[in-house]
């Protein structure tokens, strides 16, 4: 059964029988909220005019030693399968239309170089200050973890208010002995691009 997190629980990622997982898929999902911001998701805006194309791009970070060493070491739509292998970002969604998750990334654990301690998984708005974009516009946002066999093991929605908020660390799987772990950390920041949204992590 699937556990909903809350903001900063962090949950064992282990198969339904305690074996030891060796893939995980992530799923990130969004949608736009309404022209007048009424949707009825978690996310409000009070914007006016038109509905807007939201072109949300997921990626992931892979840390040594918790710190982002260098640029290779993300995975995003430019760079859609990391140099190991073991990291992979299913493709991009423009628009975040469609059911289910709008952008997924692989992980095998198993071909994963043991020095990697940390995969964070962010979402930035493209272009955000220049189409005068935020996560308020966003509703029913999520990340899940999905075991080998495709089976949902944990999930956490995003509920809070992100007014003027242009990306989001949406959580981390952190590698603690043996045994990977999913934090929840939803924080939201200002930054316009992934560059800037890398920094924090460096």
Known sequence: MSVNLQKGQKVDLRKSDGGKLTRVLVGL?????????????????LFKGPAQDIDCDASA?????????AMGDIVYFGNL????????????NLTGEGEGDDEQ?????SRLPSYYNKIVFVVNIYQAKQRHQHF???????????????????????????????????????????????????????????????SHFR
């Not at 970070?61 to 060493?69: A, P, S, V």
Request: hydrophobic residues 35%; contains cysteine.
């Open 81 to 92: 399968t990391h140099e190991s292998g073991a990291v992979q970002h299913m493709g991009d």
């Open 29 to 45: 999902g969004w949608d736009e909220a309404d022209a007048q911001g009424k949707g009825k998701g978690l996310f409000r805006s």
């Open 105 to 109: 990334i692989a992980v095998e654990l």
């Open 61 to 69: 970070f892979l840390c040594k030693e918790n710190k982002l060493k």
């Open 136 to 198: 308020g516009m966003i509703r029913n946002a999520y990340i899940r973890i999905c075991d080998d066999k495709g089976v949902e093991m944990c999930r956490y929605n995003l509920s809070e208010n992100y007014d003027n908020m242009t990306a989001m660390i949406f959580g981390e799987m952190v590698l603690e002995g043996s045994t990977w772990k999913f934090n929840a950390i939803g924080e939201p920041t200002t930054d316009n691009d992934l560059t800037e949204l890398s």
